[in-house]
């Protein structure tokens, strides 16, 4: 799966999550946190991610990091 399709993935389930999101326009830079997801929405979502993604990455890989978009390039280079 390539990194963009991961980092559309992460939007969706984050409107999901976070329906006053719905029209964000969210971009590779943003912040979960900033936008409002706390520990177990952020939690929820990279679970969320990795089902769909069929990816079984340790979640203390996901710490690291500080975007949405860094999310999705340490999924994209963590994947099986």
Known sequence: ?????IFEIIV???????????SHNF???DSL???GANSVDR?????MTLEEMD????MAQMAKANNIGE???I??????
């Open 1 to 5: 799966m390539e990194q963009q399709q």
């Open 12 to 22: 969706n389930n984050t409107k999901e999550l976070l329906p006053e999101l719905e």
């Open 27 to 29: 971009s590779q830079s």
């Open 33 to 35: 946190r900033d936008l």
């Open 43 to 47: 939690s929820e979502l990279i679970m």
């Open 55 to 58: 990816a079984n990455i340790p």
């Open 71 to 73: 999310l999705a390039q």
């Open 75 to 80: 999924m994209f280079e963590q994947q099986a």
